[in-house]
């Protein structure tokens, strides 16, 4: 199996950054795409950034320019820097990846149990 492990959640002032970490362990041949989704209450899990193997990126609208989404293949880890945050931020942020596990054809999508961010204005 593959878990998928996220740190780096906390609390924010306004103004203020944050770095989000998300690591995948176990028996992997490759990771494609990896991504970071967020859900505030009330609303529905949204696309925050995602990162395919070849390093392109996107965004969504309402985090570009702010945030920065990059990995470490070698550390199977992606990573979610954010700057000038807002209130409107505030969420659990999931870490989502698609992974070809060893001796598998094909990826399956993995999530990691999420990571509180919580922006104060």
């Known amino acids: 199996q593959v878990q998928l492990v996220e740190s780096g959640g906390g609390l924010v002032q306004a103004g203020g950054s944050r770095r989000l970490s998300c690591a995948a362990s176990?028996?992997?041949?490759?990771?494609?795409?990896m991504a970071w989704y967020r859900q505030a209450p009330g609303k529905q899990r949204e696309l925050v950034a995602v990162?395919?193997?070849?390093?392109?990126?996107n965004y969504a609208d309402s985090v570009k320019g702010r945030f920065t989404i990059s990995r470490d293949n070698a550390k199977n880890t992606v990573y979610l820097q954010m700057n000038r945050l807002k209130p409107e931020d505030t969420a659990v942020y999931y870490c989502?990846?698609?992974?070809?596990?060893?001796?598998?054809?094909?990826?399956?999508?993995?999530w990691g149990q999420g990571t509180q961010v919580t922006v104060s204005s």
């Open positions: 990162i395919i193997s070849g390093g392109i990126t």
């Open positions: 176990g028996i992997i041949f490759a990771i494609n795409t």
């Open positions: 989502n990846a698609a992974v070809t596990r060893l001796g598998v054809s094909g990826a399956d999508d993995y």
